[in-house]
């Protein structure tokens, strides 16, 4: 019986021949001599999705203009393809797959990898074919061995790929569709596009915007807080009173009923002095998510170059799966963890006596491990010395899955809380301190310990000086989204919905993306020009801001949509539902789009600016005074040049870069300020002022 073995890319098939007795390596795949194969085996692989849906011109060729009368694009059977580059690859393979008596699916262990082999197979004809599927969790050889002594029956997981091929197929149609309706519609009210618009990528952009308009449109308000300040032992302290005051008389008024005068010298009781030993446990195991959130959050990567390197390490066998959302282990894992402690804390640089050789639920619950398991270090521990010459990126990130780990085992992270309340003529005014009393697993990572608030002994009864004060503050805006907490935001997207049912379903399918795709949806949205990151702080451009005002209010706008959907998905994926009737909702839905997209528009100004890569709104058309100054790339251009308008303003003059506000000075005063470091052809800098007459740009040196 001849097996073809079929991976998802050449890196995971070199690792699949390294765990055989022989291999041979030739065009496109490798020959396998193996025990497990008395038949012979051939393992290929894929670049990732050798296979694709059509284009929309294929079906129709009225299909490939856009136009709105062509809206909805919606085939009766829908078409995939081979691209060009990929074609001798795909050639290759399927010449083995013909020759095979037996189909091992073995692309990544999930639903994405399970259509990328699919697809594959149903392209070549060979659907036919008896399959096995191999479902592991780690490419050391030990492992990938076991996995192929143990295949599973490949139709089990056909759900999979009816699922990850019903969410393709839903996307191809949400996007072609519902992009172009938007992209016309923007087009008749004057905005450039093109517009593209997705069922996870427009409402985390619309939720993005959200935080985003909210910030913008902040309103400081004053309050008033009642600070006490002590003095015990020599030692100063403060307590807070627990309200908080809108307005200074009502603050006055608190303080004139228990007769206490503002600013005056007082003496206080105290009612409580309470001291507590707690401890902490050291956090979940990392999934995909956490790990790209605290690697933000501490070295300020982006998700994608987290995702990519994570993946790196474990196709080098260093640590396992990458793309889960699972932050357990079972047993299985617990027990080689716990006989490689010695290496591991080797490894780490540390040593300290185990405090937790037994499990405990918080990491460890077999019926928590559905796919896959939280990312772990694998069997084969770095020494030292191998860890210091990783990348510097790799280095991190591996000693981060490193030390969550090994903080599963060691001893709780204890300190002492002490709360104080004390009676000022009958106001209670309150504070808490900590002491750290042992780092336990904190040890294991690099962040700063918190400072220790110490407070005075202190004991109920003690009589105390105390001076109470009325504090005026100001309430403060929300901060803006970093990338890292994109990446929770979008998990955590139902607690943004007011229907308890839709929260719940989000919740369920844990928010919208999927641990693979978060980041990609993220890449995006930057490709798309809709957000820019600067300094890791995340902002929705012009051209985002204008999609955001006209989707608001459509379900487009709001992950309940994507709730819905995902359950639906899942329950494909568990053989609970069918393809043919999510589709057919997908195409209700954009009908009712492209019914009601053109009544919900509103008037949208063209000075959004919707071709524009700055967030500044651009001025006037100083030529035709009817369009608008927007991005065209190289230069600025006018939006009415399709009625004749020509004017442009160069972003670059004399190898100095003109800015957005000089342009727009150029715009509206016809001139600028004296600007520096213009180059003449000789090499010499000099200044000038820039200034606009008959629409193009003179220079003048006073």
């Keep these: 019986m001849f097996t073809v073995i079929l991976a998802e890319k050449p890196s995971q098939a070199k690792s699949y021949a ?5 291999s041979r390596k030739t065009d496109g795949y490798f020959h396998i001599e193996d025990p497990l194969f008395p038949g012979g085996a051939a393992i290929t692989w894929g670049f990732g999705h050798l296979v694709s849906l059509e284009e929309p011109q294929k079906y129709k060729p009225e299909w490939k203009r856009w136009k709105l009368d062509t809206l909805p694009m919606i085939p009766e059977e829908f078409k995939f393809t081979v691209p060009y580059a990929k074609r001798a690859q795909f ?10 008596d037996q189909i091992v699916v073995a692309t990544d262990s999930d639903r994405e990898g399970e259509n990328i082999a699919r697809s594959i197979i149903e392209q070549a004809g060979m659907m036919h074919k008896p399959t096995k599927r191999l479902w592991i969790n780690s490419l050391e050889k030990d492992v990938i061995r076991k996995g192929f002594q143990e295949l599973r029956n490949g139709d089990d997981y056909l759900s999979l790929y009816d699922e990850a091929q019903t969410r393709q197929v839903s996307d191809w149609l949400v996007g072609m569709n519902i992009s172009r309706l938007y992209t016309l519609l923007l087009q008749e009210r004057g905005v450039d596009g093109p517009f593209s618009l997705g ?8 939720m993005i915007w959200q935080r985003q308009h909210e910030i913008e449109n902040f309103k400081p308000e004053p309050f008033f807080q009642l600070i006490a300040d002590h003095k015990e032992s020599g030692q100063a302290f403060q307590t807070k009173h627990k309200t908080t005051f809108k307005k200074m008389e009502e603050a006055a008024d608190i303080l004139k009923q228990h007769g206490i005068e503002n600013g005056a010298d007082t003496k206080g009781t105290v009612a409580k002095a309470e001291k507590k030993l707690k401890k902490m446990q050291a956090p979940s195991l990392h999934s995909l998510s956490s790990l790209q959130a605290k690697m933000n959050r501490r070295y300020k990567y982006s998700p994608s170059n987290v995702l990519k390197t994570v993946q790196d390490l474990y196709e080098k ?4 799966y990458p793309r889960t959302d699972c932050q357990f282990i079972t047993m299985s894992e617990f027990r080689y963890l716990f006989g490689q402690l010695d290496s591991m804390k080797a490894a780490a640089g540390t040593s300290f006596d185990i405090a937790h050789p037994k499990p405990r639920p918080k990491y460890v619950q077999d019926s928590k491990v559905q796919e896959h398991y939280a990312i772990i270090p694998t069997k084969k521990v770095l020494s030292r010395d191998r860890i210091e010459k990783l990348k510097p990126m790799e280095k991190n990130i591996y000693n981060e899955i490193l030390g969550s780990t090994l903080a599963m085992f060691h001893e709780d992270y204890h300190y002492e809380e002490t709360q104080v309340d004390v009676d000022i003529q009958g106001l209670i005014f309150s504070v808490k301190g900590a002491i750290e009393k042992k780092r336990g697993w904190k040890e294991l990572f690099s962040e700063n310990a918190k400072k220790d608030t110490i407070l005075p002994p202190l004991k109920t009864g003690d009589v105390i000086a105390s001076v109470v004060n009325i504090k005026d503050d100001m309430t403060k805006p929300p901060k803006p989204y970093t990338e890292g907490q994109l990446i929770t935001m979008m998990k955590t997207a139902g607690k943004m919905l007011e229907d308890e049912q839709d929260q719940a379903m989000l919740k369920e399918v844990e928010g919208i993306g999927t641990e693979a795709t978060r980041a990609s949806i993220i890449d995006t949205l930057k490709k798309q020009q809709y957000i820019k990151v600067t300094k890791n702080t995340v902002s929705v451009t012009d051209k985002g801001v204008t999609l955001c005002q006209v989707i608001g209010g459509t379900l487009l706008s709001s992950p309940e949509m994507t709730a819905r959907w995902e359950t639906y998905l899942k329950k ?6 069918s393809q043919e009737a999510f589709l057919n909702n997908i195409a209700k839905f954009i009908q009712h789009m492209i019914t009601e ?3 919900q528009m509103g008037s949208v100004k063209a000075t959004a600016g919707s071709a524009q890569k700055k967030s500044s709104v651009m001025p006037v058309c100083p030529r035709c005074k009817k369009g608008v100054m927007v991005d065209k790339g190289g230069f600025f251009g006018c939006s009415d040049y399709k009625q004749g308008c020509k004017q442009t303003l160069p972003k670059l003059l004399l190898k100095k870069k003109i800015s957005d506000a000089q342009i727009k000075a150029l715009c509206e005063k016809g001139q600028t300020g004296m600007i520096k470091g213009f180059k003449s052809k000789a090499g010499k800098t000099f200044s000038a002022r820039l200034v606009l007459r008959d629409g193009k740009i003179e220079m003048e040196f006073k």
Excluded at 91 to 100: E, F, H, Q, S
Excluded at 199 to 206: D, E, G, K, M
Excluded at 572 to 577: F, L, P, Q, S, W
């Design 597 to 599: 997209a053109p009544k």
């Design 18 to 22: 390294d765990a055989f007795h022989t």
């Design 91 to 100: 050639n290759i393979v399927k010449g083995l797959l013909r020759k095979a």
């Design 199 to 206: 069922r996870v990528q427009t409402p985390t952009l619309y």
């Design 317 to 320: 066998k260093l640590v396992s």
């Design 572 to 577: 494909i994926g568990r053989k609970e539902g």
